[in-house]
């Protein structure tokens, strides 16, 4: 195939991959992709969608359907959520967006999820891995691994073909936090770990490798499929 029919060719796939979701809100960051591309999902869907490059190869790229959502994402970053909003609050709630737009095939979002939950994925005020684990699983019918606490646990999982909400604070990438719940998605070939981090652009669109996974400080993994 020449260069000049793959570039024809590439948007015509990625709309499709995003059309078969339901909606163009829905976006697919393949894992080439750079700051700056983070930095605009960083203010929101639309901006994300239109900054991804189209990357031209001799072989098709495989976009791996795991969406990005932020909670800083305008759509929904000042919705009430817990004592505050879904930007200052929500990372629980938007990593369980992640996970169950990622299972279901469909677009649930944020916003819409909470409505559905309400404050089931809460105790105490706070994001509760395992609470969330248990209504995905009685709600939409997902396996739920119940919680474990050891790393080798989470990659045991993933490479079972669960995805994983896991809780953790301090470093994470370029960021830190002081409690904090992101979702694990792929364990690699050569040891390396893919997430989305619901505050953080950047690190949701980067490649972690073991020696920084074991670095961060983490509390529970609770993984579903």
């Known amino acids: 195939m020449r260069r000049s029919d793959v570039i024809i060719l590439m948007p015509l796939m990625l709309f499709a991959l995003m059309f078969s979701f339901g909606a163009a809100v829905i976006s697919f960051v393949d894992f080439a992709v750079d700051g700056e591309v983070a930095a605009a999902y960083d ?62 095939g469909e677009c649930i979002t944020p916003d819409l999820l909470s409505e559905s939950a309400c404050d089931a994925f809460l105790s105490s005020g706070l994001n509760d891995s395992d609470a969330i684990c248990r209504w995905l699983s009685e709600y939409y019918g997902f396996q739920w691994s119940g ?69 961060v400080d983490w509390g529970s993994f609770n993984g579903l499929c």
């Open 43 to 104: 203010r929101g869907f639309e901006a994300g969608v239109d900054s991804v490059p189209v990357i031209v190869e001799d072989e098709p790229v495989e976009l791996r359907p795991v969406p990005l959502y932020l909670q800083t994402d305008p759509q929904w970053s000042g919705d009430q959520y817990s004592s505050g909003t879904i930007e200052s609050h929500g990372c629980g709630l938007v990593s369980a967006a992640i996970a169950t737009s990622y299972l279901t």
């Open 147 to 215: 919680e474990k606490w050891l790393l080798q646990d989470a990659v045991q999982m993933l490479d079972e073909g669960y995805v994983v909400l896991a809780s953790m604070e301090g470093q994470l990438g370029e960021e830190s936090y002081g409690g904090h719940i992101v979702l694990l998605y792929e364990h690699t070939d050569d040891d390396c770990f893919y997430l989305r981090d619901p505050f953080s652009g950047d690190n949701s669109v980067r490649k972690f490798s073991r020696q920084e996974i074991e670095q």
